[in-house]
T-cell receptor, first 113, second 113 residues
Framework: DGGITQSPKYLFRKEGQNVTLSCEQN?????MYWYRQDPGQGLRLIYY???????QKGDIAEGYSVSREKKESFPLTVTSAQKNPTAFYLC????????????FGPGTRLTVT | DAKTTQPPSMDCAEGRAANLPCNHS???????VYWYRQIHSQGPQYIIH?????ETNEMASLIITEDRKSSTLILPHATLRDTAVYYC??????????????WGLGTSLAVNP
C-alpha cells in the first residue's frame, strides 16, 4: 500500500535534547511538508521541500531543521532552541508543490518535559 | 489569499445529510475551494475541491454558489465515522513561490447516533 509513515506515534523527551521525527513516503511525490498542530488550532507550516536537496522555511521554522537527501524521506529535527516543542507533528506530501491535494501521515505526538 | 469563515461546531444525526457551510466572500477568480477533514489525533484527509462547478466524489459533494462567495460541503448519509474537524481552504493554483495551504480552525462535526 502506498502512503506516508511517521514514527513513532508518541515521543517523550527531556527539555534541552534534540529529537528527530521520521517521515517516509512511497507515493513517489516530489513535495513534502512538515506541520505543527497545537490543541484547538489549525495546522502551521514548519518546512517544505519541493525536490530532493531543496527545502524552504515555512511560517514557524525557528528551532527546527530538516533534510531531504532522498525523495522518499523528510526527517524533522526539533532542536533545543524550540521554546515550545510539545505538539502534534504532521508530515504530508503532494505530487508537486503546486498540487494542493496533500496526503498526510498519522502524526507524531511529541511531549517535552 | 481569500479568508474563510466556518462555524466552530455542528451536530448531525446519523444517516442524515450533513451540510457544512463555508464563507469566502473575498475569493478571486483563480482561487479554488478545498475541503479536508481531520479525525481526532490523525492526519488530515483530502475530501474534495472545486473552482465554480459543483463537484461530487465518493466521499462528498461540494456546492459552490454562483457568485463563489460561499460553498457547502455535503456528506449525504453521515455516519459516526464522519465525526471530525472539517477544514475549508481557499488557495490559488500556480501562486508562484508562496503555495502554502493556510489552515483555519475548521468546523467540528459531531455525528450522533
Amino acid at each position: 500500500d502506498g502512503g506516508i509513515t511517521q514514527s513513532p506515534k508518541y515521543l517523550f523527551r527531556k527539555e534541552g535534547q534534540n529529537v528527530t521525527l521520521s517521515c517516509e513516503q512511497n507515493l513517489n511525490h516530489d513535495a513534502m511538508y512538515w506541520y505543527r498542530q497545537d490543541p484547538g488550532q489549525g495546522l502551521r507550516l514548519i518546512y517544505y521541500s519541493q525536490i530532493v536537496n531543496d527545502f524552504q522555511k515555512g511560517d514557524i521554522a525557528e528551532g527546527y531543521s530538516v533534510s531531504r537527501e532522498k525523495k522518499e524521506s523528510f526527517p524533522l529535527t526539533v532542536t533545543s532552541a524550540q521554546k515550545n516543542p510539545t505538539a502534534f507533528y504532521l508530515c504530508a506530501s503532494s505530487i508537486r508543490q503546486s498540487e494542493y491535494e496533500q496526503y498526510f501521515g498519522p502524526g507524531t505526538r511529541l511531549t517535552v518535559t | 489569499d481569500a479568508k474563510t469563515t466556518q462555524p466552530p461546531s455542528m451536530d448531525c444525526a446519523e444517516g442524515r445529510a450533513a451540510n457544512l457551510p463555508c464563507n469566502h466572500s473575498t475569493i478571486s477568480g483563480n482561487e479554488y475551494v478545498y475541503w479536508y477533514r481531520q479525525i481526532h489525533s490523525q492526519g488530515p484527509q483530502y475530501i474534495i475541491h472545486g473552482l465554480k462547478n459543483n463537484e461530487t466524489n465518493e466521499m462528498a459533494s461540494l456546492i459552490i454558489t454562483e457568485d463563489r462567495k460561499s460553498s457547502t460541503l455535503i456528506l449525504p448519509h453521515a455516519t459516526l465515522r464522519d465525526t471530525a474537524v472539517y477544514y475549508c481552504i481557499v488557495r490559488r493554483i500556480n501562486a508562484g513561490n508562496n503555495r502554502k495551504l493556510i489552515w483555519g480552525l475548521g468546523t467540528s462535526l459531531a455525528v450522533n447516533p
